[in-house]
């Protein structure tokens, strides 16, 4: 059966949860207009508002802040019993399938959101950077 019902509207999937951690610098990095950056930086903070949904910025000072080169991101399937970790970069992407991998990761992820600051807070620091796009 597709993922839609009968009628083309969505099946009722278990809960998803998004929950990241993103650098103050990435906030700060203009690509395009003052408009498109502020436009990306509000749809973050509406983002964040989302009650399945935990953003994090890393400010640059942070207090036990580790150094990442590259983004990853951390899959979990319960219902699949399937973790993976997906790596991005120039030359394509990676899926990581070994367990101890994403154990890896997930102890640098639980590191950066430790370092991170408060959702409430990082929202504080988004609204203040889209401020400066006026």
């Known amino acids: 059966m597709s993922p839609l019902g009968r009628h083309g509207s969505p099946k009722r999937l278990t809960a998803q949860v998004l929950d990241m951690v993103v650098s103050e610098a990435a906030l700060r990095r203009v690509q395009g207009s003052r408009e498109i950056i502020r436009a990306q930086l509000h749809h973050l903070l509406d983002l964040s508002?989302?009650?399945k949904v935990e953003l994090r910025v890393m400010p640059f000072e942070a207090a036990g802040r580790i150094t990442v080169l590259a983004s990853f991101?951390?899959?979990?399937?319960?219902?699949?019993?399937?973790s993976a970790v997906y790596l991005?970069?120039?030359l394509g992407a990676t899926?990581?399938?070994?367990p101890d991998e994403y154990t890896r990761y997930s102890v640098?992820?639980?590191?950066?959101?430790a370092a991170a600051l408060p959702p409430s807070e990082s929202?504080?620091?988004i609204y203040k950077v889209a401020t400066t796009h006026q």
């Open 108 to 113: 640098v992820y639980g590191r950066l959101r």
């Open 88 to 90: 991005e970069d120039v």
């Open 123 to 125: 929202r504080d620091l």
């Open 49 to 51: 508002e989302q009650p």
């Open 95 to 98: 899926y990581l399938w070994e």
């Open 73 to 82: 991101t951390l899959f979990q399937l319960s219902q699949q019993e399937l």
